[in-house]
Each structure stands twice: as C-alpha cells, then as structure tokens.
C-alpha cells in the first residue's frame, strides 16, 4: 500500500520504467563489449558508445522528470545518486571499450581469457542489479541481490590483484603501450565497484521508504 | 548445477621438495588457501597441501619451515570428481571424507577446483536468481 502510495503516480512510473531501460542498457553494452573482447574486435567496441550516449539521454530524463516532482522530495536524492551512479558503470565502460581500441599487442590468451571472465561477471552482476531494483517493488529479499552482488565484486578483486601481479612481470615497448594497458585493466575491474555501490544505494532507497 | 559452471580453473601448482616457507608465500601472495603439489617423479601422482596441513603439521610442531619440505606434508592421492558432475555429488563426497576442497579431473588432466566456499557463494547466487531466468 505505501509503495503504491509512493510509486504510483504516473510520472512515477515513468521514472521507474526508465530507471530499468538505463539498466537494460547497462546490460547490452556490457554483452556489447564482452562479446569484441571474445571477438578481438575493435570495431565491435563501438556499440558501447552509441549505448552509452542513449544510457546519458535517458538518465537526463529521468533527473529531469525527478525535479519537475516525481517522487516524495526525501527520495529524490537517493534516487537521482542511484541512476548517477548506474551512469558512472556506463562511463568505465566506455572508458575501457576506448582503451581497448587502443590497445597495440594482442594480449596474451591467459590474459585475454581472464578479461573475458572480468567482463562476463561484470554483465552478471548488471543483470543482478536489475533484479535487485525490481525486487524494491515486488516481493523478494533484497538483501540476497546485493550479496549476490557483493559475491561477484568479491571474485572480480581477487582476480584484478592475481592480473595486476602478473602484468607486472610483462615486457611493454614504451610508456604509452604500458599506460593503456594499465587502464584498461583499471577500468574494467572498476565496472564492479560501481555497480556495489549503486546496489548499496538500492539498500538506502529500501530503508528510507521504510 | 554442474561442478563445472563454478570451479576456479586457475590451479596454483608447487614442487614437492619445495620448502613450506615457499608454500606459505604462495599462498598469502595468491589469497588462497591449497596448493597442488606436482609428482616427484613419472610414478609419482599430484597431492595437495592446504593451510590447514600447515598449521597442523608444520608450525604447531614447531617444526623448522626452511627444511620441511611440502613433499613431507602433502595429502595423496587427490579426490576428483569427473568435470560433468552435479555439485550435490562433490559435496557429498567432501561431508563424507571430510575434506573441505574437490579437485575436477577431465580424464587425467586436473582442470579445477571447488571449495566450500564456491559452493556456498554460487548457491547464494542461485537463491538470488531464482524466479528471474537463468
């Protein structure tokens, strides 16, 4: 009854109907960018772009819809700092599709395969995120989502110290072959972070509706 | 669930006459808690050698870690479980050896493992998805 009190209204719905569209598109550009990781394709990387650029148009509307007066104003924040923070997992995104096409040596496949799991948790845990944010309306414990979530941060930051460690011992030409590679590995591992805190975030939206 | 879809394939390896200080770096080092042991010799087969193998038989003896060896140490044979097995058969088998670690063999090439901890993880993930597709 309050959550229909709360999240009834038309406006209301819109936000929420664009909240999971911004998270849907999280989600492709994530399949996006895995799948010119498996592929080795650089041209396939730029799809997380173009999504990332329609993920921005939607999350300017649904701020917008927010300060016209959807919502109760103490929710306003927390819901505007989620879908900032949702829009920032779409910025490491993009920033480690660029790298990617920037990258000049192959990776070695050890390497490679280990990015590829990277990424594919890091799509997983999109997808959780989803579910996390749907069961704030529906029944369902969300506080089994967010430590799903928190499992998958957990595995991808055991395997970023193993890459770090190991990527030290690798040869590189010059600084700029170094510092690319460096990125990459420190966007795409940053993608989890992210998405914890944005479902830490989903955890300040339930109590504050309590 | 198969054993497969959750086993950690990167297996962190050590010679048997490496001394147990080496084994401890390794393990602090890699945030791990086992290691496989290598055969000795062509007759020889993999062990294993956990944490717990150490704290027991090493360091509450008080025993020397330089000149202990992992070889000394090392539990054999390894128990595997075949690659297309269902987790509740692994888990099975480690309440009835009381083991706490599965090796998954494909033939006889040891491809992963799994630990309490991976069966615990993924079924909280499971719990999670349920009723939300695959």
Known sequence: MVLKKVFGGSTEQKVLENIKRHMQILFSASGCFKKGLEEWDKKQMYCVADLEREGDSIRREIISTIYEGAFLPFLRTSICRFVEIVDEAFDALKDAASEFEHLVPKLDKEIRDDCIEIADINQKMCDMLMIAFDTLFNKGDLREKTLAIRIYEKKIDDMKIDLISRLRGKEVKDFWEGKILSDFITYLTHISDVIEDASDYLHIINLSMR | ?134
């Open chain 2, 1 to 134: 669930m198969k054993v497969d879809e959750i086993m950690i394939k990167k297996l962190e390896s050590i010679n048997a006459d490496a001394p147990i200080y080496d084994a401890i770096e390794r393990m602090i080092d890699k945030r791990i808690r086992s290691l496989l042991v290598k055969p000795r010799d062509e007759k020889d087969v993999y062990g294993v050698i956990t944490v717990r193998d150490i704290v027991f038989k090493v360091l509450g003896k008080n025993l020397d870690l330089n000149k202990t060896k992992v070889g000394d140490i090392t539990s054999k044979p390894l128990i595997c479980v075949n690659k297309g097995v269902d987790v509740e058969h692994a888990v099975n088998l480690m309440t009835k050896s009381n083991i706490t670690r599965v090796f998954i063999c494909e033939g006889k090439e040891i491809v992963g493992i799994i630990s309490l901890l991976d069966v615990m993880s993924a079924e909280l993930i499971k719990k999670a998805r349920e009723g939300h597709g695959a």
